[in-house]
């Protein structure tokens, strides 16, 4: 099952939001990134999501980890409704009320999309045990100490409610795929390479010590690793692990279901920031991955898809609310500091405040007559002239040499005619 619709009513900052997966066809698109400054309610959103996919007894045992409670402040009551949708098309309906200063929770399932409709047929034989999803917190550890015997959703969405939840172990993780099939190890072996951006002949083994990488610069035990490399190693192999406990024909090639994280950037270099969204894509690809980021690098690599939205959480009109974009068509051949200053995160300017600061103060005092400018404005004015003239206009070093080259073979060219 995946996610093709969500709306809030009465949630912490949002009193009636409603978010889309999917496309004017019903088409659910395969990956969803979420922007906005903090306290826009990107969490809120990631939370909800996890939340109204559980039963209410999950429910209550998700809220009862926050502090300060769900409901928007003032309100008495909200909602959480979340459609989904099957491999053969049918969709249902999941709303989740909360009332009450002990935010008691109701939930019913109705057939079809009744997300902000009235509702009329309930799904008396919704199997929920059709949902396969997992969550991770932005607080998640980097390492995983947990064994589980089965799956169940309130598991394995917690670290996104409970951040020193720890994640499931990456050994034992790693033995049970190995124990249930070597074939499917060997290929969590060529995800794992692929995620963690190693070379062709690098090597990723499990020996009776313990999971092992082996680079050219050296053989590494998996706690040693970097935290970059310990985080997303857990969390791939919790993913799969949690897989493996709820598929009895577990799978990896065909391996489907819901994936929510929170700042899927953490730990990651810039580089593997704007790959990590194409390499998830690519070696999950029946995977709906619903994810949050700070940085406009993430969004880079999500433009290279044409299966993904961006929604942007802001606060506008005294509300909270949402807004969509298609990376695809709007922002696709963006580098990072343009997507920074665009509409998706609104950064004025990517120089330092110092510098921006003066960019202003310039421009306030050029849009003046000459003859009204103050004596100290007037030489404000040429002191940030001055200094303006020494801004590299280029966009790194090489633009750098590339543009003193052009210098030089123009004044050579004048110096001849």
Avoid at 352 to 375: A, F, M
Wanted: charged share 35%; net charge neutral.
């Amino acid at each position: 099952m995946k996610i093709s619709k969500l709306r809030l009513e009465n949630i912490k900052c949002f009193q009636d939001v409603e978010l889309s997966f999917e496309e004017n066809e019903g088409d659910i698109k395969d990956w969803s990134l979420i922007v906005g400054d903090n306290g826009r309610g990107k969490t809120t959103i990631l939370r909800s999501l996890a939340t109204g996919l559980c039963d209410k007894e999950g429910v209550s045992a998700l809220l009862a980890e926050l502090h300060g409670g769900f409901l928007r402040q003032g309100a008495n009551k909200g909602s959480i409704e979340i459609c989904l949708k099957d491999e053969d098309n049918k969709k249902y309906t999941i709303k989740t009320k909360i009332e009450g200063e002990s935010e008691s929770i109701s939930q019913d399932v109705f057939l079809g999309d009744c997300v902000g409709k009235k509702e009329t047929n309930r799904a008396r034989n919704f199997k929920r045990e059709n949902i396969f999803a997992v969550a991770y917190g932005a607080g998640r550890s980097v390492e995983g100490d947990r064994s589980y015997e089965e799956y169940a959703l309130v598991d394995s969405v917690y670290t996104l409610f409970k951040y020193e939840h720890p994640l499931q172990n990456a050994e034992l993780g790693a033995r049970r795929v190995n124990d249930h099939k070597k074939k499917q190890w060997k290929r969590l072996q060529e995800i794992l390479k692929e995620v963690l951006m190693l070379e062709k002949d690098d090597e990723i083994s499990l020996e009776i010590t313990g999971l092992y990488i082996k680079t050219k610069r050296g053989k590494y035990l998996f706690q040693t690793l970097s935290d970059g490399y310990k985080s997303l190693t857990s969390v791939i192999i919790d993913f799969v692990s949690w897989n493996l406990l709820y598929e009895l024909d577990f799978d990896l090639s065909s391996l489907s279901g819901i994936f929510i994280i929170d700042e899927l950037e953490q730990h990651l270099h810039p580089r593997w920031q704007r790959e990590i969204v194409k390499i998830l894509s690519k070696q999950f690809p029946n995977v709906q991955f619903i994810c949050s980021t700070h940085t406009p690098i993430c969004a880079l690599g999500l433009s290279d898809l044409e299966r993904s939205w961006l929604f942007k959480a802001a606060y506008v009109n005294n509300h909270s609310g949402v807004e969509r974009f298609n990376l695809q068509e709007e922002f696709k051949g963006y580098r990072a500091d343009q997507i920074l200053t665009s509409d998706i995160f609104g950064l004025p300017d990517t120089r330092s405040v110092s510098v921006q600061d003066k960019l202003e103060t310039y421009k306030k005092i050029y849009l003046k007559e000459e003859n009204k400018r103050s004596p100290e404005e007037k030489q404000q004015f040429r002191d940030i002239e001055g200094e303006l003239k020494d801004l590299p206009m280029w966009d790194n070093k090489k633009e750098k040499e590339k543009r003193e080259k052009l210098i030089k073979l123009l004044e050579n060219l004048e110096k001849k005619s």
